[in-house]
């Protein structure tokens, strides 16, 4: 009835791999900051099965936290590309090397 | 002119670098070699319990876990910097904050 702990492990590598390729890839902004969410994500995955894995709760407690950093983040990672987008009218993150406002 | 999205745009050393350590995370899991996890008891409410540690109540709840009050007060505060922050940056300079005509500035 358990699901083993490699197949939680598996799931959250293979999340944080594909956060990886599209921090790696992506030139939008906005889906920079989802491939971010998806690596924070896979982090709660990891946090969660742990938790269930000592019989403790202090992880699921952890990934709590973890979300509600993401949500601060998000927050301020928005208004970076508003700002982005009005001094550079485009949200490629390639386009934006100078800093100079 | 922003980005509309597209299938795949990026190196094809990308991808190899993603599943590279896609590979070495899986093989290290894989070989790690959990015995089965201690879970938690059938019978016991986990929400309640993590509702009581985030007040810092650990003997009131049914499952094992620190107080995290302290944790739970300061991530406030770092939430409601941030959307602060976020409004001052999203904010226009100069500019009646309540207009509606938009346009750049």
Redesign the interface.
């Known amino acids: 009835m358990a699901v083993p702990m490699e197949y939680y492990l598996l799931l959250s590598a293979a999340v944080f791999c594909i956060g990886v390729f599209g921090v790696l890839t992506r030139r939008n902004a906005l889906l920079f900051l989802m491939s971010v969410e998806l690596m924070l994500n896979a982090a709660n995955i990891n946090l969660v099965a742990f938790s269930w894995h000592h019989g403790n709760l202090t992880g699921q407690l952890f990934s709590l936290f973890t979300m509600a950093l993401a949500a601060a983040e998000v927050a301020v990672g928005i208004g970076i590309v508003l700002v982005l987008y009005r001094n550079f009218e485009d949200v490629d993150v390639t386009k934006a090397t100078t800093m100079e406002w | 002119?922003?980005?509309s999205?597209e299938l795949?745009?990026?190196?094809k050393a990308?991808?190899l670098?993603?599943?590279a350590?896609?590979a070495v995370?899986?093989a290290v899991?894989?070989g790690?070699g959990?015995s089965?996890?201690?879970?938690?008891p059938a019978d016991v409410s986990?929400t309640a319990?993590?509702g009581y540690?985030?007040f810092d109540f650990p003997s009131y709840?049914s499952?094992?876990?620190?107080g995290?009050l302290a944790?739970?007060e300061i991530?406030d505060v770092?939430?409601v910097?941030?959307?602060v922050?976020?409004?001052?940056?999203?904010r226009?300079e100069g500019g009646d904050p309540l207009s509606v005509e938009g346009g750049?500035e």
């Open positions: 002119m922003t980005t999205p795949y745009r990026g190196s990308a991808g670098a993603a599943v350590l896609f995370l899986a899991f894989v790690a959990f089965g996890g201690a879970g938690f986990i319990s993590i540690l985030l709840a499952v094992g876990g620190e995290f944790a739970f991530i770092v939430l910097a941030a959307l922050g976020a409004v001052m940056l999203a226009r750049e």
